[in-house]
């Protein structure tokens, strides 16, 4: 609780609550702040971000805030995913031995869809200096000799365990993306077929 003052408390609220608290009065911009500490039975939290400008306190407000996020979706989810791109890497190597059970044109559709999802191991290592050729064959290679999911160490540029590391993903996120990537997918081929009857019966 805060920004209330401590006198505007009804008497019921403090006998009834059966809370502790201890007040810290400050001033922050003319504005009187409370601090209760100690409460027993809290019913919410409130977390005090400070920086020297504007933009730092967004960004660590942003970066609470997907913080909390994660954590919650984990807890709703019951499960995880091992991250650092390994889901991605597991994906392609499923998409590719698929691949040899598809015949006709279908079997160019999942060798484009097991490419795309290599673009999130491709980023991270662009983002962590590394060269992405390079850690991609590094993670393929690993991934082939054992039957663990294997991501990217960002400070090395070398193949590691997520789960060792205690670094996960969420299972709706990743469910989210190859739901979303799928229906994009679709509503852009369907857009270019339209596109091109439009041109031919110009043509004719």
Known sequence: MW????????????????TRWTVLRTRSRRRQVHFHRGVR????????????????????????????????????????IPGAGAFEIGVYQALQQYKNEVRGKQRLGVEAFADAMLIIPKCLAQNAGHDAQDCLVTLLQEYTGVDRPVGLDLTSGQAMFPAEAGIYDNYCVKKQLLNSCTVIASNLLIVD???????????G
């Open 41 to 80: 039975e809290p019913q919410s939290v409130t977390i005090l971000i400070k920086g020297p400008n504007k933009h730092t306190i967004t960004q660590i407000k942003d970066a609470a805030r997907d913080g909390l996020r994660a954590v919650k979706n984990a807890v709703e989810d019951g499960k995880i």
């Open 3 to 18: 920004r209330n003052r401590h006198e505007q408390l009804r008497r019921h609220q403090t006998r009834t609550s059966r």
């Open 193 to 203: 077929e339209v596109m091109r009857a439009g041109m031919s019966s110009l043509k």
